[in-house]
Every structure is written in C-alpha cells, then in structure tokens.
C-alpha cells in the first residue's frame, strides 16, 4: 500500500545509455514532481506536473523528458546517460491545490559507471 | 535566486536528550516551513510545518519555532531516540505562484547510546 512508489530502487548502467524510472501515487493527488539529490543530500526540484500538464521545468538538459500519462503516474526517461547524471532520484506528490506538503517515494539511486 | 542553509551540517545527541535543529532562511517573503526527515535509503519523511502566521508549533515529541525577525527557523526534538537519527531538512515555499519547495542542506542528527 505504498503511497508513492517508484522503480527501479537501484540503476547502474554504462554511460551514453537511455534508462527510465517509474513512479507511481495512490493518494489522489493532482501534482507530481521529480527531485534529484546530490551526494552531499542536497535536494532540487527538476520538474513537475500538475494533471498531466507540465508547470515546472528547472534548468534541466534536455535529455531528461518526463513523461504524465494520467495524473497518477510521473516517469523520467534520460537519454544519453553522464557520469554527473549520479544520484538518488525522488518522486513526489502533493495535494490537490497545493505545492507544499509532498509526500516522497523511497528514491532511485543511479550510477552511470 | 534565494536559497535555504543550515547552521550545522551534522549534530550529536545523547540518547534522552533534547535535540535543536537550527535552519536560516534568506527569502523573507516565504511564508510556510516545513521539516523533513530522511533515514538512510529512504525518501524524505514530512515531520511538522508552519505558517509564517505562527512563531510555535507542536506535534509529537517536535516543536518547530519560526522567527521571522532574523529568518530563523528550528525543529526541537524532546527526548531524543535512536530512530531519530537521520539527516533533517528545512524547506520553504515561496510566495509565488508555483509556490515550490526549497530545501535547506540538510543536517545529520545521530543519537548516541
């Protein structure tokens, strides 16, 4: 009964590859947004989308898509893989109306070796 | 743009003890806090929040204090346990209309034995 849930837990792979990570709520709720954490726990928000329409884009290359295909999943597809592309990738989900409280997935922690 | 820092990057506790989680906050116009816990492999976990309306507020075990004459915010935990070790973090929302989560550096609580 995981609220937020996303998958892989762990991704290694080789540099210049396409890997996707999935995630999913049950909550309910309308927003949904990918983090990523830095080795020193640093968190920044990347995207997020609010019912399948995209509201927020930080400055993010462009081989990081998100993809919605309803309000309840949000999954990120990076392409050409780096070896700065390290770190533990967070899923989020907020409530209807706000972008406050977020309720965070167990996180995807990617290396590109 | 404006960011959210900590005062201490790691801090020690005596099981029993209190524990103060200091946060300093730059962007005066934010006006909800909220903080966060992250245990070792898991996402970060909402704790308690405040609105910039209040100076204190209480959960369980947790009292969050918000000055917002020097932009200061602290999470207080009452009789610190061992599963309270974890890193802490501090977040703003801003007053704009995304109104996204900043989040702070994070501080590393252990409790010692």
């Known amino acids: 009964d995981t609220a937020v849930s996303q998958t892989p837990k762990y991704l290694v792979t080789q540099m210049g590859n396409d890997k996707s990570i999935k995630c999913e709520q049950n909550?309910?709720?309308?927003?949904m947004y990918w983090y990523k954490q830095d080795s020193k726990k640093f968190l920044k928000i990347m995207f997020s989308?609010?019912?399948?329409?995209?509201?927020i884009n930080e400055t993010v290359p462009n081989r990081f898509s998100p993809k919605s295909p309803d309000k309840a999943h949000l999954n990120l597809h990076i392409n050409s893989l780096e070896l700065g592309d390290s770190a533990v990738y967070f899923c989020?989900?907020?409530?209807?109306?706000?972008?406050?409280?977020?309720?965070f997935g167990s996180g995807t922690q990617l290396s590109v070796l | 743009g404006e960011s959210v820092g900590l005062h201490l990057p790691t801090l020690s506790v005596q099981e029993g003890d209190n524990s103060i989680i200091n946060c300093a906050y730059s962007?005066?116009?934010?006006?909800?806090f909220i903080w966060y816990k992250q245990e070792s492999g898991k996402g970060p976990q909402f704790i308690i929040d405040?609105?910039?309306?209040?100076d204190k507020r209480q959960g369980q075990r947790v009292t969050v204090l918000l000055n917002k004459t020097v932009k200061h915010l602290s999470l207080q935990i009452a009789a610190t346990q061992p599963g309270d070790s974890a890193v802490y973090f501090c977040?703003?929302?801003?007053?704009?209309?995304?109104?996204?989560?900043?989040f702070g550096s994070g501080t590393q609580l252990t409790v010692l034995p």
């Open positions: 989020a989900s907020s409530q209807p109306g706000g972008h406050e409280k977020l309720f």
């Open positions: 909550l309910g709720h309308d927003t």
């Open positions: 989308y609010n019912n399948k329409e995209l509201i």
């Open positions: 962007n005066s116009a934010s006006d909800y």
């Open positions: 405040i609105r910039s309306n209040m």
């Open positions: 977040a703003e929302t801003g007053s704009g209309s995304a109104r996204q989560l900043t």
